[in-house]
């Protein structure tokens, strides 16, 4: 099982990017998946997910309403829309799938956000 994320980069505050995290060995569709990021010096933090039953979507206070995060099973991606960025936005970004008894990362992307 690989996940692979894409799309950090470098943004200034009130800009977007977006995330990809693109899947394989592994059926997506029986996935939760979703993000994590973790900035220099802090712990990791749940930024947002999506189920695999009917795509309910959790968000992070710290991000609702900026970002969002959606799902192509056929493609076996996953998509973080980050609008509005801000500089605390800046930390490396996690991809993550997830079922009972099994959990998968990717790598992180870099997203840093700096005038």
């Known amino acids: 099982v690989q996940l692979q994320a894409s799309g950090g980069g470098l943004v200034q505050p009130g800009g977007s990017l977006r995330l990809s995290c693109a899947a394989s060995?592994?059926?997506?569709?029986?996935?939760?998946i979703g993000w994590f990021r973790q900035a220099p010096g802090k712990e990791r933090e749940g930024v947002s997910c999506?189920?695999?039953?009917?795509?309910?979507?959790y968000y992070a206070d710290s991000v609702k309403g900026r970002f969002t995060i959606s799902r192509d099973n056929p493609n076996s991606t996953v998509y973080l829309q980050m609008n509005s960025l801000k500089t605390e936005d800046t930390a490396v970004y996690y991809c993550?799938?997830?079922?009972?008894?099994?959990?998968?990362w990717g790598q992180g992307t870099l997203v840093t956000v700096s005038s």
């Open positions: 060995g592994l059926i997506l569709d029986y996935y939760a």
């Open positions: 999506i189920s695999s039953s009917d795509g309910s979507a």
């Open positions: 993550f799938a997830e079922r009972v008894g099994h959990a998968y």
